[in-house]
């Protein structure tokens, strides 16, 4: 499968309302920002979150539709998580443990803000079924579906993303946009191009902001609208 117009259109980010509830030090707190947010642990039964909680290591956080969610992080990084989307939460783990901290996307879109701790680099990985984005102090947004990933840099400097897909990695910069499309990452088809503004209409997630120097004429108002990428539809549901 090719690289549609739809993956090089900029999305109208919706404005996100501010969260009031903070999470303590060292933890991870998701909050609903709009529609059915839930969360699961274990196997227990899917909870919903009516404002904001504190979730453990390994959390399933699910949106379903016209749902939005945010993830605030204890290092004041967060991640903004889209309609009909499962993303698992790992444990946090400080720059000094030496380990990353990894969050799995099974699915959806998400637009996430790594912060830089002082005088050192931030170590987090997004998994998805075909890829593992390790960023290191980043703005990024990242599609995940059942027919590939999709990763497109909004703020990365020399060395802050790498994108493992089976054998390969790929470096990306500002700008830079990485397509996987295909099933297994060993078989997949990879693209890295340069896009002008945020990549696929179906980033339309809630940021607070306009996509980085978005021309007015190239922007569109793509809210819920995930199964108009080609990397999504048809999706599952986000509930396993």
Known sequence: MGRTPLLVMCALLVALPAVQAQAAAGDKELARVR??????LADEPFRPIAGS???????????LADSRALLRLPDSSTVDIG???????????????EKPTTLTVELGAIHFTIRHPAGAHANYVFVTPTAQVAVRGTEGYLVAGPRGTDFYCADCTAGDVTVQVGPTAYTLTTGQQIIVVGSDAATANVTVVKAPCVNPAAIAISAGKLGR????????????????????????????
């Open 53 to 63: 909680l504190v979730v453990p290591d390994d959390a399933l956080a699910v949106t």
């Open 213 to 240: 120097n978005v021309p007015p004429e190239r922007q569109v108002d793509t809210t819920d609208s995930l199964s108009a990428d080609p990397l999504l539809a048809p999706a599952p549901s986000p509930r396993p």
């Open 83 to 97: 309609a009909r989307a499962r993303v698992r939460v790992g444990a946090f783990n400080a720059l000094a443990s």
């Open 35 to 40: 529609g059915t947010v839930e969360y699961q």
